[in-house]
């Protein structure tokens, strides 16, 4: 009888015990919030990477998160902006096409008591901003010129861009100041390729097309140097070309195996979609978060690529 009452009181204590977890869990539990992404392109793998890592912590919490793609047209992503803060959007992860043209969007988020997180590329009005986290695209680009200037004593170069992203634009300034000072290493064209494959293979065709002399290509980033090397392949022009570009792609680093480009200043969107969204969280809480998050590019090259899984992004 004895050891029968001590069961049950074992019995009963293990239930209150439990009835207090669920309380507690209970008292944890929240309504789904509702999180908002945008990116100025889905046409990127990069983009569905940074978006998974954002995904991830954002259901582990419980929320949920909606997006949208604009397909890098400024106004089309504005209007998309106002649909997800009518769908209850309390937090945004922006990914800007244009760092000017996207200030309506952001005014009326203030407007509604969204919180901005910039995220990969700055937008022009960061005083609309809780926090922002990108690489430091300067630096990506310094660390291309300085590779570049390593490998040979004089240059003739294109540069392929983007001027209404800053994320390119800053790379591109990173990489013309490395050689402003040094005659020998000169910039003979510029195009605008949108960070994009086909448009910039299509701005080297049109630079071919003029018979410049060139011996390297600035991609600002993976697919704007990979569609330059495709229309250089399909005119014959690559050979003793180097091509560079920003990212750290699987499709850039197989090329890279390959011998067919040359550098890449590695980005980590795995890292910058988790702390964005580990940010937001963070300022939900009521904790100060940094205004600003600089995470450090690494240049692949085909000495160190090795290091690296081909495969997949970092």
Request: charged share 25%; proline share 4%; glycine share 8%.
């Amino acid at each position: 009888m004895k050891k029968y009452r001590l069961t049950a009181w074992i019995l009963i204590c293990v239930l209150l015990l439990g009835g207090c977890g669920i309380i507690e869990k209970q008292k944890d539990s929240h309504e789904p919030r509702i999180f908002g992404a945008t990116y100025m392109t889905r046409n990127n793998p990069y983009f569905d990477v940074l978006h998974e890592a954002i995904q991830e912590v954002v259901e582990a919490n419980g929320d949920i998160l909606i997006s949208r793609n604009p397909c890098q047209d400024q106004e089309k992503q504005n209007g998309q902006i106002l649909e997800m803060i009518e769908e209850g959007m309390q937090v945004l992860f922006l990914n800007p096409v244009d760092l000017d043209k996207v200030r309506p969007a952001l005014e009326a988020c203030k407007e509604a008591g969204v919180v901005v997180i910039d995220i990969d590329t700055m937008v022009k009005d960061m005083e609309y901003v809780t926090a922002a986290i990108e690489t430091d695209n300067y630096q990506a680009g310094v660390l291309c010129a300085q590779d570049m200037m390593n490998r040979m004593d004089h240059a003739r170069i294109v540069v392929i861009n983007n001027p209404i992203q800053a994320s390119i634009n800053n790379r591109i300034q990173g990489f013309m100041d490395t050689v402003a000072d040094y005659p020998a290493y000169k910039v003979i064209a510029e195009a605008g390729g949108a960070g994009e494959f086909e448009v910039s293979a299509d701005a080297m065709a049109v630079l071919l097309k003029k018979n410049i002399d060139f011996d390297v290509v600035m991609g600002g980033n993976d697919p704007t140097a990979l569609g330059a090397l495709a229309t250089l392949q399909q005119y014959h022009r690559e050979d003793g070309v180097l091509i560079y570009g920003i990212d750290g792609s699987p499709d850039f680093k197989s090329m890279l195996k390959l011998g067919y480009v040359t550098a890449t200043s590695m980005q980590s969107p795995k890292t910058i979609g988790r702390v964005a969204a580990e940010t937001a969280y963070q300022y939900l809480d009521g904790q100060k978060v940094d205004p600003y998050i600089s995470i450090e590019p690494t240049l692949i090259t085909r000495e160190n690529l090795g290091d690296y899984e081909i495969n997949g992004w970092q």
